[in-house]
């Protein structure tokens, strides 16, 4: 195509029609003339006609108007979205005598949010309030009455963006709060300032503006005046009074665990609710909206990627001066900002996947060009160029209603030098020179140079004097930013699955049905032989007797019982059973052999047809018959002596003992006796991770998902090998599906954080630990609430025996008895706030979780993990996807939101502490890592386990870093750890147990027995005592005390009994010379394994001893068969059988 006939749209016109307006109140009557004027911006669109309207009949106005709107131009797309369309509602006064001109009076206003044709509406109709103006007929309204209204659609041809650039672009909602806690140097008493707050945006790919938030006023704390949560308009215009609000839109209120910014600390709570309750503020309130084309959205997400935090500039500026001179104001606008702070905004959530909104109480810290840089790695911010913004706005709204178009000059100034990227050090100093000339803008102007940039000779870090007040005081900001969409969108749970599905087909537990033509003959053989034993049966029962007898058999006889046969399937109906039976088949046979499926049309074809099927029917009747009469009859098939869970057991205890091959054996013998168990097929694989069988490994675990789809611990595993295979791509895949299948799982998200600090993506690590350690804290309360209330259950049950003991001997006595049940409400008092007010919300799916809420992470959407804390009154994130670790209290006044008070209590009951959990998300994943056999993932574990403040060198750190050590055969290392781990806890028993392994895997039997001793006097038990008394033991063995090792043997099978654990008391029996004894062992080890060839020995040693020369014979050919490599033993047998004279066939 030509660049000639490629056609660029042209500006796309807005239509504005104000329809209609009713229950106006005009000045002197309920009737009143009325017209609407119409503004957008610092542009009015125009005037309708006057209309009459009164209180039965609305004003019919259809007046309409447009705005034009560029295609592709990002900054008109963004002043629609910021900016609200302002309708003034004007009354038309009747003209009195000598009057030249017609008098008018303002009643009201309204806004109109253009928001919805932003988002791709073409058609948007408002019904709107009629906000009256100061002084206005309309405020004497009474509240029951009908409030004054205008209908109002706004419309376009065509959408505003087409599909890619909907789709490419992004709205940025910006919600300034609030300022807190700010410094105590400023007072309601005396002159007022204003304040102001900037943050730079990205317009472009390579250019950034800033946005301003000007008008906040200091206010008294909530208890005093209760704080407006309505949000106002960015840039209202010439809207007045409550005009300035935006319809419908309200400051949302979180919990503090659900916040993503600072002070959510326990020890920070205290001094924000005081803050938003007593202290003086300066709302803002303000919401502004940026549109930001696809560029923009790229550079926007590259710079959090470089540097999270963003910031956020805080000012105080002088009163605007309206009824000042030019010269004055002009004076006082130059270097006028002072306490100039800045908070530093953790950007990093909005790159989790899924999220869309980050909302929290931040920092204020003192401002310098020096801190910004090292924070944020910007040389200067815009705080200059903001305050003169700031206070051209506050100028021209003052001294006006409808603003001036002499302030725009100024404006486009301002905006072109931050363009220009001037620093805010020479914009200091430049308006220290201008505003010298004047001695109000002299001090503010050297206040500010002192404050802001401070000073850097003789290599001194810059001081800000005025904005250290900030962190004197723990002033903090509240900020809300959310997205239409996420930066980083979060692979919903179907799409993870149909990956998984594609990286692993699954595997249906029975094969499909075919319905060919061998299979229709296979089926009617099947039938036949079915029908033929039923008759054989039947036949058995009748005749069975006589057919007992050893009576030569005429045939007459057999004659006379084949008729008794037949008339007795007939009369019973077991002959016509017997053909339904086998109908299907047949008719199975006539579809897919002969491809019969209608009727035949001709008599004598049917005939022939039928002739046909009956011979070859027959046939395969004799076939059938022929099979399965020709079978002898064969014995069942025995149950096995063990089962699963036996096995599994050996194949451990194979593994302790290094005994690889038997441990596969086993494996696979629980596999072949259920294919279709994914639990055993997961099982085999982390046994070959642990011989290091990667490839193996990762066959096992494709089998246990293709079985299971949703098998959690086989979808870490296979990610966990796909990472070590370098398959980065495929392993993320695997462990986000593991988060879908479970989101509640600490697991799955702590193997996930895992994996992103493997591949080095910090984000994404942080957002995952953040919601293991929320699912970790909300276990904890779950686990206090649950203890709590079993303890108030036994309480109650408690206290009703004792009523009922104490008040059945003496119904009538009130003396002593009187006091219990007063008492009893007492102890109980403190547990019904607690119980109503429940201190955790945790976001999960329809609640959001770290899946809806970061979805929340999953903030996420999805349901709460505590349904019982839909009372607690706080609101929920609706957009978000991942949720936030912590507890959750009720403190509906720390955001200025009114709470219902409480009848029951005149104060609120003590906060609960919170409660810490028992082991960190490091160490829950170390555990089942370390159970797993995944050393890398285990080494990375234990690194962040070190670090966690909870964490550190403890004792079980120490131990599951000697248990690695091991894993690795690694024994110096593990021994140095558990001599550390027994500095912490001298009576761990499993710190003693693992240090006997290093011992005994090293050859020191003296000092492993004495380890093991020890660990077996322990009150408590190791976690595995089945490996410490099969070593134990066999050390005794060794040590020749026979006595000792027959006993901790027979500890070992009352445990669970092995086959090793049973040779051992037979070995014991044997050289303690109790033969009977050990025949009886090695008889059970025999059942438990018979190709073990050392227990063929000793049972061929024990048959020599007791002169059963055939069972000594079978028991030695036996014990060569399954391969005896003990020569020693061997030996041994040779020289048993030369003293007996029997038990060697070969002599």
Known sequence: MDQDSIQTRPPEPITITVLRARNLKGTKADSVQVMVKVEFGEKTLGDSPKVECTPETPAELNFSTTINCTYDDPLALDEIAHKPVVLTVIEGLPKEKKQKEEKTA?????????????????????????????????????????????????????????????????????????????????????????????????????????????????????????????????????????????????????????????????????????????????????????????????????????????????????PPAAN?????????????????????????????????????????????????????????????????????????????????????????????????????????????????????????????????????????????????????????????????????????????????????????????????????????????????????????????????????????????????????????????????????????????????????????????????????????????????????????????????????????????????????????????????????????????????????????????????????????????????????????????????????????????????????????????????NKLNQAAAWSAVRQQRDEEMAKDKKDMDVTGEELEAPHPGDQGGLAPPPAAAPETKQPSPPSSEKPPTSARSGGGRSMSDRRQSATRRSEPHLHPDNSGTGSKLKSDSSMSRPGSQLKLGSQRGTPQPADDTQEEPPPREPTPIPKSSVYMQAIDWLLEVKAVPFTERALAHELLTPTGGPTSNYHICYARLKLQKKEFNDAEESLTEALQFDHQNPDAWALLGHVKYMTGDTTNARDCYERTVSFVSDASEMHSIYLRLASIYLQDRKFEDAKNTFLLACKRSPSCVSWLGVGIACYRLDELSEAEDALSEANILNNTDPEVWAYLSLVCLKTGRQLEAEQAYKYALKVNLQDQELLAEIHEVQQAVGFGNPEF
Request: glycine residues 6%; hydrophobic residues 35%; charged residues 25%.
């Open 324 to 772: 000042k001179g030019k010269k004055h104001a002009a004076s006082e606008e130059e270097g006028s900002i002072s306490y100039h702070g800045v908070a530093y905004i953790n950007l990093a959530p909005l790159l989790y996947p899924g999220v869309k909104r980050i909302r929290g109480a931040y920092k204020v810290h003192a401002y310098t060009d020096h801190a910004l840089h090292e924070k944020t790695k910007r040389k200067t911010g815009y705080g200059e160029e903001a305050g003169r913004i700031a206070f051209n706005i506050l100028n021209r709204n003052s001294a006006s209603p409808f603003p001036k178009k002499a302030g725009k000059e100024k404006d486009e100034k301002k905006e072109k030098e931050v363009k220009k990227g001037r620093s805010s050090s020479v914009a200091h100093h430049e308006d220290h020179s201008v505003s010298s000339k004047s001695d109000m803008g002299s001090h503010m102007a050297s206040q500010t140079i002192k404050s802001d940039t401070g000073s850097e000779v003789d290599g001194q870090a810059p001081v800000n004097v005025e904005g250290q007040q900030y962190v004197d005081s723990k002033s903090y900001i509240m900020l809300e930013i959310s997205l239409t969409s996420p930066l980083i969108p979060k692979r919903p749970p179907e799409e993870l699955a149909r990956r998984v599905a594609e990286y692993i087909p699954p595997r249906p537990l029975f094969p499909k049905r075919t319905d060919g033509a061998q299979r229709s003959v296979e089926d009617f053989h099947n039938q036949v032989a079915s029908v033929a034993n039923l008759i054989l049966d039947e036949f058995r029962d009748q005749f069975g007797d006589e057919l007992k007898m050893d009576e030569p058999q005429s045939n007459e006889s057999m004659e006379t019982r084949r008729q008794k046969l037949i008339y007795e399937l007939n009369s019973s109906g077991k002959y016509f059973a017997f053909k339904e039976q086998l109908k299907h088949a047949v008719v199975k046979i006539v579809r897919e052999k002969y491809l019969k499926t209608t009727t035949f049309d001709n008599r004598q074809e049917l005939q022939t047809f039928l002739s046909e099927l009956y011979v070859y029917l027959i046939d395969q009747m004799h076939v059938a018959l022929g099979r399965s009469l020709a079978l002898e009859d064969q014995p069942p098939v025995p149950t096995p002596l063990t089962d699963s869970a036996q096995l599994k057991h050996f194949a451990r205890e194979a593994e302790v003992n290094e005994n690889f091959e038997l441990a596969t054996k086993y494996y696979q013998e629980r596999i072949a006796r259920n294919k279709n168990d994914p639990t055993n097929w997961f099982e085999y694989g982390t046994f070959c991770l642990y011989i290091n069988d990667i490839t193996k490994a990762e066959e096992c675990f494709k089998e246990c998902i293709a079985i299971d789809q949703k098998h959690l611990q086989g979808l870490l595993l296979y990610g966990v090998v796909c990472t070590l295979l370098e398959k980065h791509e495929a392993a993320e895949t695997f462990f986000e599906a593991a988060t879908c299948v479970d989101p509640k799982s600490i697991l799955a998200w702590t193997m996930l954080g895992l994996f992103y600090d493997t591949v080095n993506n910090e984000i994404g690590a942080e957002m995952a630990y953040i919601e293991a």
């Open 106 to 318: 303002l009643l009201g206003q309204c806004t109109v949010d253009l928001l919805p044709l932003v988002k791709g509406e073409v058609k948007h109709k408002y019904t709107l309030v009629v906000n009256p103006l100061p002084g206005s007929p309309l405020e004497g309204i009474p509240p029951e009455h009908a409030k004054p209204e205008l209908d109002v659609v706004i419309s376009v041809n065509e959408p505003l963006m087409d599909s890619p650039q909907a789709s490419s672009g992004n709205l940025m909602t910006i919600t300034m709060e609030s300022l807190l806690s700010p410094p105590e140097s400023w007072t309601l008493a005396g002159s007022q300032y204003c304040y102001a707050a900037a943050l730079p945006i990205p317009v472009t790919a390579d250019k950034e503006a800033p946005i301003i938030f000007a008008g906040g006023a200091l206010k008294p704390g909530a208890d005093k005046e209760i704080p407006n949560k309505q949000k106002k308009w960015a840039m209202p215009g010439s809207a007045q009074a409550n005009a300035v609000y935006i319809p419908d839109s309200y400051i949302s209120s979180d919990s503090i665990e659900d916040e993503d910014g600072e002070l959510r600390a326990k020890e920070d709570r205290d001094h924000r609710m005081i803050s938003e309750s007593e202290k003086l503020r300066v709302p803002w309130n303000t919401e502004r909206r940026c549109y930001m084309e696809n560029s923009a959205v790229k550079s926007f997400q590259d710079k959090i990627a470089k540097c999270r935090y963003w910031p956020v500039e805080v000012m105080r500026l002088p």
